[in-house]
């Protein structure tokens, strides 16, 4: 198994950026392919950006295209999500998570969870 902590959110004005943290403890975090999720009140979670084991391949959503960047660090065992230009519509509670499932897309095929951060975006 493997655990993850979730940490860099917060208040931020619209325009502005955050970098969210993921560290991973446990089993070791390069087997895995990983994904930000985020779910806003009322919402369906959904996933923001993946990234494959080695950091080599990654893809985000349109919604967050050109704005946000993923990225991991297999050395500190941590992945990261660079959000830059927030707009209020990102609000919501951030997730990472964790699978060693081939390149999923879907919540359920993503096996191990963070608590969570909230990123609050006030126009």
């Known amino acids: 198994q493997v655990q993850l902590v979730e940490s860099g959110g917060g208040l931020v004005q619209a325009g502005g950026s955050l970098r969210l943290s993921c560290s991973a403890s446990g089993r070791t975090f390069s087997r895995y392919n990983m994904g930000w999720f985020r779910q806003a009140p009322g919402k369906e979670r959904e996933l923001v950006a993946r990234?494959?084991?080695?950091?080599?391949?990654?893809t985000s959503a349109d919604s967050v295209k050109d704005r946000f960047t993923i990225s991991r660090d297999n050395t500190k065992n941590t992945m990261y999500l660079q959000m830059n230009s927030l707009k209020p519509e990102d609000t919501a509670v951030y997730f990472c998570a964790a699978t060693d499932r081939a390149w999923p897309t879907r919540v359920n095929e993503y096996d191990y969870w963070g608590q969570g951060t909230q990123v609050t975006v006030s126009s």
């Open positions: 990234i494959n084991r080695s950091g080599s391949t990654t």
